[in-house]
């Protein structure tokens, strides 16, 4: 028995673990102030954030930032006019359809004068006399589908083709139009037409080509035919009446044609202008039609 108590009380002090279950107040307090000692010591970029000259090289790099941001901003509006692109492209529902009918229709159209407001011209969905880019650009990938489509009926169909057909467009339309501006150029017209709106009038016969690919497709070469001749003779005329009035502006203004060389060098260039729509239209759709 004397053994079994002296080896309790030798196992009881040579405990293993230490119980703090019985701890002082004080000696948790320390503990704590131990365990939170770091974070009250806060982290390190919390000095360098406090530093005055930490604070002036972020400000001075901010500042830089936003100069960069604005010189990117001025430079790209002078090549690409972002805010002239949204003028082209306030357009809705009922001028779409209106511009379209007046596209395959403008026969019977009286008033091709576009309205203004204080010198400016109004938005395209106020006026339907007034040149957008939503229907030229849309048309423009609805005749690279419909390209697609007739050369897959046809079992010709590879990307590389729909890729040669789209970049052939988009090329013929580029050269179109530094051709006009280069027209004008010589002529010396003095005109309020821009390049955009010359790419705007330019596109509008991407219309007309799908309707001739389309009606080819459904019910023959026919169709594409008459369909095609339908729509060349509306785009001349649409071209016709829309150009005469940007073209011919001094004597749209004093309300007299105005004689002489220059005027009828006018009226050859808005003739070609007019004539060359039903070429690129032909050109750019007779071979998809089998």
Known sequence: ?????????????????EDTSRATPGSQAGYRTQQ???QAAGYPGQSMMQDPMSHLAMTYGASLASQGREMMDKNLDRFIPISKLKYYFAVDTVYV???LGLLVFPYMHENWEVSYQQDTPVAPRFDVNAPDLYIPSMGFITYVLVAGLALGTQNRFTPELLGVQASSALVWLIMEVLAVLLSLYLVTVNTDLTTIDL????????VGMIIGVVAGLLFGRLA???SLLWCCAAIFVFMIRTLRLKLL????AEGRPVRGT???LR????MSIAAAQPIFMYWLTYHLIR
């Open 1 to 17: 028995m004397r053994l079994r108590n002296s080896s309790m009380d030798g196992s009881e002090g040579s405990q293993l673990f």
């Open 36 to 38: 939170t000692g770091p």
């Open 97 to 99: 359809g209106k511009k």
């Open 199 to 206: 790419l705007a009038f330019s596109g509008y016969k991407y």
């Open 224 to 226: 594409y035919y008459l």
């Open 249 to 252: 502006s001094e004597a749209a």
């Open 262 to 264: 220059r005027n009828q």
């Open 267 to 270: 009226m050859y260039l808005t």
